[in-house]
């Protein structure tokens, strides 16, 4: 696929696009600010953190969500009403995973919230496809040499997640517990728990 898409030329398009859903009358300015803050309002790392605690301590969870990210999670109530699918890796203790979108920013914002602007950064983007393992030593996360790392790319239709390792030593932490040793950064695979 080819195309500038550069962060002015996207912002370019969403304006355009905005001016045309103004001037056809489908929506108003202030309805389409509504209906962002009402997208944006759900949207945060607690809600992809009680997806992965519910995944630690329900094997029936954790096997759907991993066969059918999408339709786990809305067991919870998340993604209602989303259009792309969501796929969720599993981290081991001989593999670790990672997600990026190489071609713009593509990422599961109702469960992660608004994505960090270095995984928007062209840097990132064409950077931990390449070296993955120097990009996340560069977070502090040096991962054993015999340890797999798979890059997966989002797109439009498919978002990723990434199901980080339980920490040791937390097999009696109630599920709201657990969900608070979560991080953004885990659910995006540049750090571990």
């Known amino acids: 696929m080819s195309g500038d898409h550069s962060d002015a030329t996207i912002a370019r398009r969403v304006r355009r696009l905005e001016t045309l859903l103004e001037d056809k009358g489908v929506l108003t300015g202030g309805e389409l600010d509504e209906a962002i803050d ?41 993604m209602d009403g989303g259009y792309q699918r969501l796929r969720v890796v599993e981290n081991t203790a001989s593999t670790h995973n990672v997600i990026v979108c190489t071609l713009c920013s593509c990422y599961p914002i109702r469960l992660l919230g608004p994505s960090p602007s270095w995984y928007k950064s ?35 239709e498919t978002r990723y997640m990434v199901l980080p390792r339980r920490p040791e030593d ?7 517990e657990l969900a608070g040793l979560v991080s953004r950064n885990a659910l995006i695979g540049t750090a571990v728990l």
């Open 38 to 78: 009402a997208f944006l309002a759900g949207a945060s790392p607690a809600s992809g953190a009680r997806v992965v605690a519910r995944a630690w301590t329900d094997e029936d969870f954790k096997s759907r969500l991993l066969t059918d990210g999408t339709a786990a999670v809305r067991e919870l109530g998340f």
């Open 122 to 156: 062209e840097s990132y983007r064409s950077r931990v496809v390449r070296e993955p393992r120097a990009v996340l030593a560069e977070f502090g996360l040096d991962l054993p040499t015999d340890t797999r790392i798979t890059v997966w790319d989002s797109s439009a």
């Open 170 to 176: 937390t097999g009696g932490m109630p599920e709201a």
